[in-house]
């Protein structure tokens, strides 16, 4: 299984809107609605903020969304603030019942 | 609350096996639920390893299934993680998880360990 595909990089301006792409197969994002979404800052465990693509946990600010077209999950974050910036990951299970996750993107405020 | 607690050697020599054990506490592991383990190398991304139920099923990552082996003890509320033959490669922070599949998420997560592997 090849990791899920998302840019390397994306930055923005405070109060503006980023969305992170993650592409995969039909055998993983395109084929399940269980994609899922991590934040993680430096040195610290990576954080659940997005699961079956669309849903927040509870505690997860609502300028967070998700959504799925295909093969390819976004993450959306609106009104961007400095605590946003942090490592962001996506991840899907698999037809085989494993995960993949994505190659990770750096989001950087501006 | 849940929490999760990776435990075991900071640093393991080539070839050897890297074992990490993952203390569950605020939670019965027989009372349900995947538990797994996630590595990060130093600068890089996630890779998920495998999952095992209380019962004993497991799940592992194609890439490592060759050398790797996860185990439960629930009465300890504990799983363990081998890993066999480890080189350089394998250095890395393992995450211990609790792996909920109805929605197939990671919603608690250990502070992880990071293991070293260097003669």
């Known amino acids: 299984q090849s990791a899920l595909t998302q840019p390397a990089s994306v930055s923005g301006s405070p109060g503006q809107s980023i969305t992170i792409s993650c592409t995969g197969t039909?055998?993983?994002?395109?084929?399940?609605?269980?994609v899922s979404w991590y934040q993680q800052h430096p040195g610290k465990a990576p954080k659940l903020m997005i699961f079956?693509?669309?849903n927040r946990p509870s505690g997860v600010s609502n300028r967070f969304s998700g959504s799925k077209s295909g093969n390819t999950a976004s993450l959306t974050i609106s009104g961007l603030q400095a605590g946003d910036e942090a490592d962001y990951y996506c991840?899907?299970?698999?037809?085989?019942?494993?995960?993949?996750f994505g190659t990770g993107t750096k989001v950087t405020v501006l | 609350q849940v929490q999760l607690q990776e435990s075991g050697p900071g640093l393991v020599k080539p070839s050897e096996t890297l074992s990490l054990t993952c203390t569950v506490s605020?939670?019965?592991?027989?009372?349900?639920?995947?538990w797994g383990w996630i590595r990060q190398p130093p600068g890089k991304g996630l890779e998920w390893i495998g999952s095992i139920y209380y019962t004993g099923s497991t799940y592992y990552n194609p890439s490592l299934k060759s050398r790797v082996s996860i185990s439960v003890d629930t009465s300890k509320d504990q799983f363990s993680l081998n890993l066999s033959s480890v080189t350089a490669a394998d250095t890395a922070v393992y995450y211990c998880v609790r792996d909920f599949r109805v929605t197939w998420g990671f919603e608690y997560w250990g502070q992880g360990t990071l293991v070293t592997v260097s003669s």
């Open positions: 039909n055998s993983d994002v395109g084929g399940y609605n269980y």
């Open positions: 991840t899907s299970c698999t037809t085989s019942s494993t995960y993949v």
């Open positions: 605020g939670y019965s592991i027989s009372s349900g639920y995947y």
């Open positions: 079956e693509v669309s």
